[in-house]
Nanobody, 122 residues
Framework: QVQLVESGGGFVQAGGSLRLSCVVS????????MGWFRQAPGKEREFVAF????????YYGDSVKGRFTISRTNAKNTVYLQMNSLKPEDTAVYYC???????????????WGQGTQVTVSA
């Protein structure tokens, strides 16, 4: 059973940066397509980014395009989300997810982390 643990969340002022990490255990990261999602209170879970197994393909949600970068280091079983130019509307719990399909649909991912809180102040 694959397990995912996110870290790197915190409190930051608007315009600042954070880097989230997601460590995968119980299986080999290179077996999975990986995604990042976020959910703010009272809102639907929102797609942030996904990355293919070899990093050859990445894709971003419109609200983060040009500001966030997803990457992975399979040798370290870790996926990253570099977040720059943060805005108050980026405030949410951020989740990483592992799946066998490259998709922006959260229901298609099989395994999830517990999430890490990101709070951006104005």
């Amino acid at each position: 059973q694959v397990q995912l643990v996110e870290s790197g969340g915190g409190f930051v002022q608007a315009g600042g940066s954070l880097r989230l990490s997601c460590v995968v255990s119980g299986s080999t990261l290179s077996n999975y397509r990986m995604g990042w999602f976020r959910q703010a209170p009272g809102k639907e879970r929102e797609f942030v980014a996904f990355i293919s197994r070899t990093s050859a393909r990445t894709y971003y949600g419109d609200s983060v395009k040009g500001r966030f970068t997803i990457s992975r280091t399979n040798a370290k079983n870790t996926v990253y989300l570099q977040m720059n130019s943060l805005k108050p509307e980026d405030t949410a719990v951020y989740y990483c997810a592992a799946g066998t399909v490259l998709t922006s649909e959260w229901r298609d991912y099989d395994s999830w982390g517990q999430g890490t809180q990101v709070t951006v102040s104005a």
